[in-house]
């Protein structure tokens, strides 16, 4: 039998696609309303997919002190959207994004906590620590701590809300999964060793097969270092897409797609990633480096990376705004049939390069539509994908042991460690 | 002319965060005509978070509201604020929220917080216009940078402005805070209410339904609340004991929770003057 794939739906915002919402298939204006969530659930969960995820961030969209008038926003409470789809489906996980920065342990433990039980058991935490320096003022006076120190405080609270899982589960009756499935999607090494030692999946972005073939191996080498058993950590990289009957058609509508980032709108996606309001600049002369690293609120080694290569090559504002776009954040973006699509996943499957994908549609939602229509029937044809669910709960989707019955000793003794 | 009585009830059984118990009961409750369910008890401690049941009950609502008790000790009011904004919206502009805590200043504090980075968003901030490829008005997005006795929070919030503007904001007098902008208030007879624009008299299910409808009529009272402690055997109890006030009413049959209740939706235009002074 083939090896099966998993699929999680990666639904921040309207799409993966900074244009995306203006695509004749999108429909921006619905993210306000239940039916828009209650089509989309059910939609992925036709699509058998394990989990919903949704990304979130605590701040607002802005570059520099400005909020962008052309990019898709705000987005909403990821705890509500999904406490939301679950009153309307019964199998699709869903998976909430929360900080361990700016919760309490007892305030997450009491919402997951509930959550598990809404959802019947369906639930999971993506668990970040935050890392925008705006984020720290929407929380009072103290600046962001350093990256070593969210992550020890990750560690702390982790641990601590387990022992309060424990606790609600033996006073007030179990919730289904216990606690909710441990989602990570750190890069760095701080990242990755957290992942190593607490995530039961993790997200990332794979431009290639070899990145993901890589990524995969590394990970597995460091969870199994950390005393835990590999196969219990799912490593699902980012995929976006964009599908069409030929592969020219494919590369035309991604062009088409491209086509509706208008230069404003490049401009102001820039502004955001560099956190500097660029509007102010004359987009048609050479980027303006030393007024934006004067201005940026991020690490300025670190913009001065992303600056680098834009002025040596003396390409103007826009040209470097126009460039960025075409590449948001890194993923793999699928452009082809669904034939071709298919294919491709399986490939990587088989090659170890992932245990299955983050779908990222480039717009919402005709282009998931068009992916459960057209490539999920593939999937299943070709043995990759399940017919229907194992069970209830996202544990049970994802093949992943229960908690803690299922653990062996050196899995108890690193879940209360951690 | 005076609104219709209003019936509101409080659910604080641990078997809310229990869907195969809840959904009956909500739709029960919703059934039988209550305008408002309230999920919890301001004071009473809780087994659950109501914030997430609400948001799970959104799917649910048709005629009646649902306003989860929103303790201090659960997250900071940007995550309160980010919340009930998307359950208002989810749920139809549905919503009321019951702050509360064991500090009610600071509970104040916490929904002074919450309104700020509300109204931090215009009411017609959006376009949405494809053609043009403009999604938003900037300059009706301001920075609330909202500093109180308990919380500081910049802001602009990631989450739009509620569908109602501001969710219903109710205040329990066994867990008072003090807020000009207090749209309900639940007080027993003899009890000091708090300030709010509409007052329902908390009774018990042997309530003396005629006198309540003389001083409803009389404009001393909005309505009623009970609150349930077996919520499956008393609302069938509930609505049979004021089907006399509750039969037959007048009620709005479309709307959002403030216009079913005739309370008045808050509006904000934020304007490019404004933030450049």
Redesign the interface.
């Known amino acids: 039998m083939a090896k099966q794939l998993h699929l999680w739906a990666f639904l921040q915002g309207i799409g993966h696609y900074p244009s995306g919402?203006?695509?004749?298939g999108?429909r921006?204006?619905d993210v306000?309303?239940?039916d828009y969530?209650?089509h989309v659930g059910q939609l992925v969960e036709r699509g058998r997919f394990d989990a919903i995820v949704f990304g979130d961030?605590?701040?607002?969209?802005k570059g520099g002190?400005?909020?962008?008038?052309?990019?898709?926003?705000?987005?909403?409470?990821p705890?509500?959207?999904l406490?939301?789809i679950?009153?309307?489906t019964s199998h699709v996980g869903l998976v909430n994004t929360l900080s361990t920065t700016?919760?309490?342990p007892?305030?997450l433990a009491?919402?997951f906590?509930?959550?598990d039980?809404?959802t019947?058991g369906r639930v999971g935490w993506n668990i970040v620590t935050s890392a925008h320096p705006?984020t720290a003022?929407?929380?009072?006076?103290e600046p962001m701590p350093e990256k070593s120190a969210r992550y020890r405080n990750a560690r702390e609270t982790v641990a601590a809300a387990q022992a309060i899982w424990r606790r609600l589960n033996a006073e007030?009756?179990t919730s289904p999964q216990q606690r909710p499935v441990f989602v990570q999607a750190g890069q760095s090494g701080d990242g990755r060793d957290f992942a190593a030692h607490t995530a039961e999946a993790i997200f990332c972005p794979a431009a290639t097969m070899e990145d993901g073939i890589a990524f995969r191996s590394d990970l597995r080498a460091r969870v199994a270092a950390a005393g835990r058993d590999p196969d219990g950590v799912k490593i699902m990289p980012g995929l976006s897409f964009i599908l069409a009957d030929t592969q020219e058609a494919a590369m035309a509508k991604d062009a088409a797609l491209i086509a509706?980032a208008?230069d404003?709108?490049c401009i102001e996606y820039l502004s955001e990633s560099l956190c500097c309001d660029l509007t102010v600049f004359d987009r048609n002369a050479p980027v303006p480096a030393e007024a934006i690293l004067e201005a940026t609120i991020l690490p300025r080694e670190d913009i001065a990376k992303v600056l680098e290569r834009p002025v040596s090559s003396g390409m103007s504002l826009l040209q470097f705004a126009t460039t960025y776009v075409r590449t948001p954040r890194g993923h793999n973006v699928f452009r082809g049939t669904p034939e071709q699509m298919a294919e491709m996943m399986i490939s990587w499957i088989n090659a170890g390069a992932s245990d299955g994908f983050t779908m990222q549609p480039a717009y919402m939602p005709g282009e998931l539509e068009i992916f459960v229509d057209q490539v999920v029937p593939i999937l299943q044809a070709r043995g990759a994908l399940r017919e229907e669910y194992p069970g209830t709960t996202l544990r049970e989707s994802m093949g992943l042991p229960r908690w803690p019955a299922d653990m062996g000793p050196a899995d108890m003794a690193q879940a209360e460690a951690v | 002319m005076t609104h219709p009585f209003i019936l509101s009830a409080s659910v604080t059984q641990?078997e809310l965060?229990?869907?195969a118990w809840?959904a009956p009961v909500l739709a029960q409750a919703q059934s039988l005509g209550l305008d408002m369910l309230l999920l919890g008890r301001a004071g009473a401690p809780l087994?659950?978070?109501a914030?997430?049941?609400a948001?799970?009950?959104?799917?649910?609502l048709t005629t009646m509201g649902v306003v989860p008790v929103v303790g201090t000790?659960?997250?900071?009011p940007?995550?309160t604020a980010?919340?009930l904004?998307?359950?208002d919206?989810?749920?139809?502009g549905m919503l009321g929220w019951n702050p509360a805590g064991p500090d009610a200043a600071q509970v104040a504090d916490m929904a002074r917080a919450a309104n700020a980075l509300w109204d931090g968003?215009s009411d017609d901030t959006?376009?949405?216009d494809?053609d043009s490829?403009?999604?938003?008005?900037?300059t009706k997005?301001i920075?609330p940078d909202y500093r109180g006795s308990h919380?500081?929070?910049?802001?602009?919030?990631?989450?739009?402005r509620p569908?109602q503007g501001n969710p219903v904001l109710v205040a329990d007098a066994d867990a008072p805070f003090d807020l000009a902008q207090t749209d309900i208030s639940i007080a027993a007879q003899g009890q000091s209410a708090p300030s709010a624009r509409l007052r329902l008299i908390r009774v018990g299910l042997d309530a003396d339904v005629a006198m309540l409808a003389a001083a409803h009529a009389a404009g001393e009272i909005a309505g009623a609340h009970v609150d349930l402690d077996d919520a499956v055997a008393q609302l069938p109890q509930l609505a049979a004991a004021f089907a006399p006030v509750i039969e037959g009413r007048a009620r709005a049959t479309t709307g959002t929770l403030r216009q079913r209740l005739g309370l008045p939706t808050p509006f904000v235009s934020h304007s490019a003057t404004e933030e450049a002074a």
């Open positions: 919402w203006r695509h004749a999108a921006p204006a306000w309303s239940m969530y209650r961030q605590l701040q607002s969209r002190d400005r909020t962008p008038e052309r990019l898709a926003m705000p987005t909403l409470d705890m509500a959207l406490s939301a679950a009153s309307v700016y919760w309490t007892e305030s009491e919402r906590w509930t959550m039980r809404m019947g705006d003022w929407n929380f009072g006076d007030r009756g509706l208008d404003d709108l | 641990a965060s229990d869907p809840a087994a659950f978070d914030q997430v049941i948001a799970w009950a959104a799917s649910q000790g659960l997250g900071h940007f995550h980010r919340g904004s998307a359950v919206w989810l749920a139809g968003w959006l376009i949405i494809k490829g403009r999604y938003l008005d900037t997005v920075v919380y500081r929070t910049r802001g602009p919030v990631n989450a739009m569908r």
